[in-house]
Each structure stands twice: as structure tokens, then as C-alpha cells.
């Protein structure tokens, strides 16, 4: 049984990037990198359908901190009623 190659996310980069310029063929590239031309093919595939996210992640990331924040605020303001009510509760054992 043959094991799986598994490559770096930058050795896909750097293949991806030269299948994007065009310069080579997929065959060439292929023989240069010691990657079978599919692969090539669907890492090129994928960087051209990802590249739309890769412009719009700042803004993604800055709406999951804001969401992050708002659901701790919430998080704390029930943590605080439940202490109020219980101080409430000990308060009217005691008068």
C-alpha cells in the first residue's frame, strides 16, 4: 500500500501560483514539482474560486469578533441576574 503525499500549504502556493501564471505548461509544472497534473488542476481550481473570500476575510473576521463580543456581553449580563436574584433571595431570608 502506497502512502499519501502530503504537501505544505506553501509548496501549494508555490504550485498554484506558477499554474496561475501561465508560464508552463500543467505537464512541465507537473515534472518540475513532482505533482500529478490533476492535483495541479483542482489546487488551481480552488485558489481562483477562493480568491473572492481571500479579499472579503477581513471583513468576515472583524463581524465573528463583533458576535464573539456581543455573545460575552450577554454571556455576563446573565451571569450578573442570576447573582442579583440570588443576593435578593439571601437578602429577604435574613429580614
Known amino acids: ?3 499519501r503525499k502530503r504537501f ?4 501549494k502556493a508555490k504550485v498554484t501560483l ?3 501564471k501561465e508560464r508552463q505548461t500543467l505537464n512541465e ?3 518540475k514539482f513532482g505533482v500529478h497534473t490533476n492535483q495541479i488542476s483542482q489546487w488551481k481550481k480552488q485558489a481562483i474560486t ?4 481571500l479579499f472579503s476575510a477581513s471583513r468576515e473576521k472583524k463581524e465573528k469578533e463583533h458576535q464573539y463580543l456581543e455573545s460575552e456581553l450577554y ?7 442570576v447573582e442579583i ?3 435578593k433571595k439571601k ?3 435574613y429580614t
Open 18 to 20: 506558477e499554474a496561475l
Open 91 to 93: 437578602q429577604s431570608i
Open 50 to 53: 477562493d480568491l473572492e473570500s
Open 29 to 31: 509544472l507537473s515534472s
Open 85 to 87: 436574584d440570588w443576593l
Open 75 to 81: 454571556r455576563q449580563i446573565g451571569q450578573l441576574k
Open 8 to 11: 505544505s500549504a506553501r509548496f
Open 1 to 3: 500500500m502506497t502512502k
